[in-house]
């Protein structure tokens, strides 16, 4: 067993995950589904922007109180003053407001963020829900359903969490550089020449960096997906791994990609670690050159001691946004990446779901004939196939011409070898798919007039693969009719056969089924199933396979509900064991996606048909 290959996540932090391929594009796209929120992004800028001001103001304005200090302790060895507590109490009050204001207003800028990003990410889960319930079989059928679900909830989870970071921290990163580059500028222009000279050493180093460790960040993140993957595949089939003995090679497997997890783990995380200690040490060689140099301008009286203290926090602080916006740049395409899945599955192009010409009738009403739509409840169950073609895609007809007139009520067997196209004769019927040629219709009016979920009302289905959710047996029945009393579901559970069943579970009707079931017999998941369709008492019914799963005294026991069941009722049954469709009133044989016989079980048997050939295939 190998784990599937998964898509490499972000990486850690402040390294490049998985780049946009359009990535100005896609900033547009997003800034525009951001809009309804303008102002109070607007807010979120001011915010930010004074909150930032303010904090910058704190150092120069604590450099004040140095001075005081300074000034006060030389006049009082000097004997000619102290330290005026008064002028420096007003410093310190005037800084204590600048930052309660400033955090203040950053707390209020990280709410309103917070709000709008949790908004966004209900709007697009919301819009992606919506969007998966209009999209074509055609999407499904391309689209991995664990890639569907990646995006749902790991991409939006990460536009999410990098939009509330990266937005306020690059205007807060942008606004911190300009204004200490400024405060800094009206302390000393000399300094502040100096403190930028190691700036291009910082970057270049951090790029160095930077690139050497992307590449291990990526590595982590596919080996993490293929851990994760063997994980979860080894615990799918768990039963087949031990009953062919393969413990020691899926034990030998997953120790290989936990090591090479491990290994490009720790060189990136290693790699990552090396930035702060690298900009720590090129930022003390700074520190020491203005420490230097400033005691000399301090000395000759160009500049305070206190120009000195807050000098040095200046360029300390001027190191720390430059970095952040390296972090950001790297939010920034991760966050691009992630908004660039989430809006191409919200640009699939969608399943016409309402029919552009609808059915109508014609009726006499007070003497006049008159034309009204169609009620689907009114409609009849004969289905008529005319000239049918299809094809999965448009280079790879499998159904060619297939034509068919069913009555109502009756009762129609679909047989054939495998791939001669039964099941997707009955996909296209609930219109999961529409046709390349000819037409289907339905009590005489074509399929496509009806919007697609009036013309689904008309069908009940009781697939091969069943699908039951965790809950409990009454609401899994109950899916069937949502406003079905508990006796209406009893009783249905009765004519599938299926109540005994559940009276010997502890908890009966109200057991709660896990996931996936396994906490009873495929068997039995069949029976349920049978039972949710007998309790939605559809016009239509569709049996693909429906007993296939059972024994042979339950299959005898569901054909006799069924055979009530199918009273008055149109049945499309497909069935690969022929002895359970020797009663239906038509049976197509269907051979490359074509009918190549039908009529009734004695007749096909009577000549030497293809279905004879099957049927006396399965005796031998």
């Known amino acids: 067993m190998s784990a599937p290959r998964r898509r490499p996540g972000p990486g850690g932090p402040g390294m490049a995950g998985e780049k946009a391929k359009d990535f100005k594009g896609t900033v547009g796209k997003l800034l525009t ?28 304005i604590l450099g004040g109180a140095t001075d005081e200090l300074f000034n006060g302790l030389v006049a009082k060895i000097q004997g000619t003053g102290g330290i005026d507590y008064d002028a420096l109490a007003a410093i310190l009050i005037k800084l204590v407001v600048i930052y309660a204001v400033s955090a203040l207003l950053s707390l209020l800028m990280g709410f309103i963020m917070t709000h709008i990003t ?5 709007r697009m889960r919301k819009e992606l829900n919506e969007k998966i319930n209009r999209l074509p079989m055609q999407f499904f059928d391309r689209q991995q359903h664990g890639e569907v679900l ?23 990163s942008i606004t911190t550089i300009l204004g200490v580059l400024w405060m800094m500028f009206s302390i000393d222009w ?38 994760n993957g063997h994980i979860e595949e080894t615990f799918g089939g768990i039963n087949v791994i031990q009953a062919f003995n393969k413990e020691d090679e899926v034990t030998e497997m997953f120790e290989r990609e936990n090591r090479l997890l491990c290994e490009s783990a720790w060189k990136s995380q290693f790699l990552s670690g090396l930035m702060q200690p690298i900009m720590q040490f090129i930022g003390n060689l700074g520190y020491v050159a203005i420490s230097i140099l400033g005691g000399y301008f301090a000395i000759s009286g160009r500049i305070t001691v206190g120009n000195i203290q807050s000098f040095i926090t200046y360029t300390r602080n001027f190191t720390q946004p430059i970095s952040q916006i390296a972090q950001v740049s790297n939010m920034l395409q991760s966050m691009a990446a992630a908004a660039e899945r989430v809006f191409r599955m919200l640009n699939e192009e969608e399943e016409v779901q309402k029919a552009l010409v609808h059915a ?31 094809g999965y895609t448009e280079d790879k007809i499998i159904i060619n011409d297939f034509s068919a007139d069913i009555k109502s009520g009756k009762k129609i067997a679909i047989v054939g070898p495998t791939g001669a196209g039964k099941t997707t004769i009955v996909k296209l019927l609930m219109r999961f798919y529409d046709l390349n040629g000819g037409s289907i219709s339905v009590g005489g009016y074509d399929a496509t007039t009806f919007d697609r979920s009036e013309l689904r009302e008309l069908f009940g289905m009781v697939l091969q693969d069943t699908w039951l959710f965790s809950d409990t047996i009454m609401e899994n029945i109950r899916y069937g009719r949502l406003d079905a009393t508990d006796e209406e579901v009893i009783e249905a559970a009765k004519a599938a056969r299926v109540h005994r069943f559940v009276q010997t579970l502890p908890e009966g009707y109200g057991m709660v089924l896990n996931e996936d079931a396994t906490n009873v017999s495929q068997g039995q998941k069949q029976l349920l199933t049978i039972a949710r369709t007998i309790l939605a008492d559809p016009k239509i ?20 509900a069924m055979d009530t069941l199918m009273q008055g009722r149109t049945s499309f049954i497909i069935a690969h064991r022929l002895s359970t469709i020797r009663d239906a009133d038509l049976i197509l044989v269907m051979r490359d996606g074509d009918i190549v016989e039908q009529g009734t079980h004695e007749e096909l048997l009577s000549y030497d048909s293809f279905y004879s050939t099957m049927y006396n295939s399965q005796f031998k």
């Open 150 to 172: 990646s995006i749902i909830t790991n991409d939006v989870d990460m536009l999410s969490m990098n939009l509330n970071q990266s937005i306020i921290q690059l205007i807060t």
């Open 190 to 227: 000399v300094l502040t020449i100096v403190a930028l000279l190691i700036l291009p050493i910082t970057v270049g180093f951090v790029s160095i960096v930077v690139k050497k460790s992307q590449g291990f960040f990526r590595a982590q993140q596919e080996h993490l997906g293929h851990v």
């Open 541 to 560: 019914l569709i049996l693909d396979e429906a007993t296939s799963s059972v024994d042979t005294r339950t299959e005898v026991q569901i054909q006799k």
């Open 33 to 60: 589904y951001m809009g309804v929120y303008k102002i109070a992004l607007l807010f979120v800028a001011i915010f930010s922007i004074v909150s930032t001001v303010l904090s910058i103001q704190g150092p120069k």
């Open 118 to 122: 949790q908004r966004i990410t209900y």
């Open 360 to 390: 109508t009738r014609e009726v006499v009403r007070d003497g006049q004939t008159v034309t009204e739509p169609v009620n689907i409840g009114d409609v009849e169950a004969c289905v008529k196939f005319d000239h049918v073609k299809f």
